[in-house]
């Protein structure tokens, strides 16, 4: 492990206790306000302590910054993700309107880089894939599938859980229980795909 200044020493450390904290690290603005710094001063730290091995970060999502190293090595990435109710008619889906709270998730239910949001299963349709009624289903937010995945489709603004096929002309969303039929739609608005179900006892 290469050695590091005393000041990259400093923005490690502040960026650890700020996690701990805030259960999030800080963006690079709020690092830069603490040490009275520049954007750019902090991201020549921020690219120096993760070429040495002592940071994480991805580029496609704020607040992404993880200490993975040493005893100030932040634990866990821990996401905030957002748990979806009744889907509102005409609303964006996490809109303020949509949401029933949120919940705390960590690796390997969720990953850095990656968007989420959540969403209580209802009914039995899907119980041979081995999800039950209750189960907390996390969704990867993406607006596109392949065959045989899992995904998460919004249809007359209600939200289904189905696997999703591709056929000539329409798209097949296929239960996982033969007392449900699929559903069929030229066109459905996938919204994301399943990453993980959180189940509790």
Do not use: W
């Not at 090595?73 to 748990?83: C, E, I, K, Q, T």
């Amino acid at each position: 492990m290469r050695q590091i200044t005393a000041r990259q020493q400093e923005v490690l450390d502040f960026i650890s206790n700020f996690t701990k904290d805030n259960t999030y690290p800080p963006t690079i603005r709020e690092i830069g306000e603490h040490f009275g710094i520049s954007l750019r001063a902090v991201q020549d730290h921020i690219i120096a302590l993760q070429k040495k091995g002592y940071l994480s970060q991805s580029q496609k999502r704020s607040r992404s910054l993880r200490v993975i190293t040493g005893e100030n090595a932040s634990g866990p990435f821990v996401s905030r993700v957002p748990l979806l109710g009744t889907v509102a008619a005409g609303k964006p889906l996490l809109c303020e309107e949509n949401l029933d709270g949120y919940v705390n998730l960590t690796e390997p239910f969720v990953r850095p880089g990656k968007n989420y949001f959540a969403l209580r299963v209802r009914g039995t349709s899907m119980i041979n894939a081995g999800i039950l009624e209750g189960d907390l289903a996390v969704i990867e937010q993406t607006e596109s599938a392949v065959d045989g995945q899992i995904v998460v489709a919004v249809l007359d603004e209600a939200i289904t859980l189905k696997r999703f096929y591709k056929e000539s002309d329409r798209i097949r969303l296929q239960p996982e229980n033969p007392d449900f039929q699929p559903i069929y739609s030229k066109n459905p608005r996938i919204v994301g795909v399943l990453s993980n179900i959180v189940r509790t006892y």
